[in-house]
């Protein structure tokens, strides 16, 4: 299986590292592109794939094509790939907002398409991706196309009217979670812990925070109460982030960057 990367920032690289980690595939069956050369060199030297400035060659190249650049140039990425790109090949994107439809008009002839939305998390095999296809991906290619996604992480296969949902909740919620885990973290500051120390125990009390969530399949807001002893510290805070509208504040945000994504 030879897999091509058309543009390789953030998330071709975190998707490289996990195909690597996990074996899919042979570095030397990995090409990835940039528009720079000088970009070229770096990810042959880090990552050991083979690397070009030609989309044209390396779409041409590939059993399975990931369009890994930026949503704006989706469009002019297409135009320049589409005519080497064959109905044999698997077309993996993972720009928000670029339906199935618009992927489709924009190759204007046959191409199996897969459409993703993964997370930067992937960087450390923990991402989470969700994933639809259209009607000319085999159960087969599909299966294909989850063990490289999960390679990095999680996917779940969703209904196409969910993808900006998940560009929300997954794809960019890491950013706001960044937020938090600083946030608390400057609070521990303030009361003297060393900064070092101070992230340490904001992310781990996330991260097992998320676990608890995953592996008991309890809901959030009964390990919530777990937390919040009758008359205690906990509830103290839960009453001020209430106050502060945490709760509300975090729905606005996955709404507007739904609603941003829905627009790209
Ligand atoms: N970052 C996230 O959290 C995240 C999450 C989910 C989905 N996504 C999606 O993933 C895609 C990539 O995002 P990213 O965060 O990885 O962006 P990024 O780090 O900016 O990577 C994009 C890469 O494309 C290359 N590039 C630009 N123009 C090119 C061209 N004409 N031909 C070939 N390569 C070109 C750039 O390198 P050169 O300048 O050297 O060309 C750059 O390394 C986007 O569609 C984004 O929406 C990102």
Not at 193 to 198: K, N, S, T, V, Y
């Amino acid at each position: 299986m030879k897999i091509s990367f058309i543009g390789c920032g953030n998330m071709a690289k975190a998707m490289i590292g996990g195909i690597l980690k996990k074996q899919l595939c042979d570095a030397k069956n990995i090409m990835a592109t940039n528009s720079s050369e000088k970009n070229c060199v770096r990810n042959r030297q880090e990552m050991g794939i083979e690397t070009t400035t030609d989309n044209r060659a390396a779409a041409g190249w590939a059993d399975i094509v990931v369009l890994s650049v930026k949503p704006q140039i989706y469009e002019k990425t297409i135009a320049e790939i589409k005519d080497v790109i064959t109905k044999k090949q698997l077309v993996i994107t993972i720009a928000p907002g670029k339906t199935l439809a618009w992927l489709a008009d924009q190759f204007g002839k046959d191409v199996k398409l897969i459409r993703c939305m993964p997370n930067t998390p992937a960087l450390v095999g923990e991402g989470m991706t969700g994933a639809c296809h259209n009607e000319l991906v085999t159960s087969q290619e599909l299966e294909t196309a989850l063990q490289i996604l999960n390679s990095f992480g999680r996917t779940v296969v969703v209904s196409e009217h969910l993808m900006d949902a998940v560009g929300g909740v997954s794809g960019s919620s890491p950013a706001y979670i960044f937020m938090m885990i600083e946030a608390m973290a400057d609070a521990a500051v303030a009361e003297g812990m060393p900064r070092g120390q101070a992230y340490e125990f904001a992310a781990q009390a996330v991260l097992g925070s998320a676990k608890l969530v995953l592996e008991t399949g309890k809901h959030p807001g009964e390990l919530k109460d777990m937390v919040c002893s009758p008359g205690g510290t906990t509830i103290q805070g839960v009453g001020v982030l209430e106050e502060r509208g945490f709760r509300s504040a975090m729905m606005e945000a996955i709404r507007a960057c739904v609603e941003k994504g829905r627009n790209m």
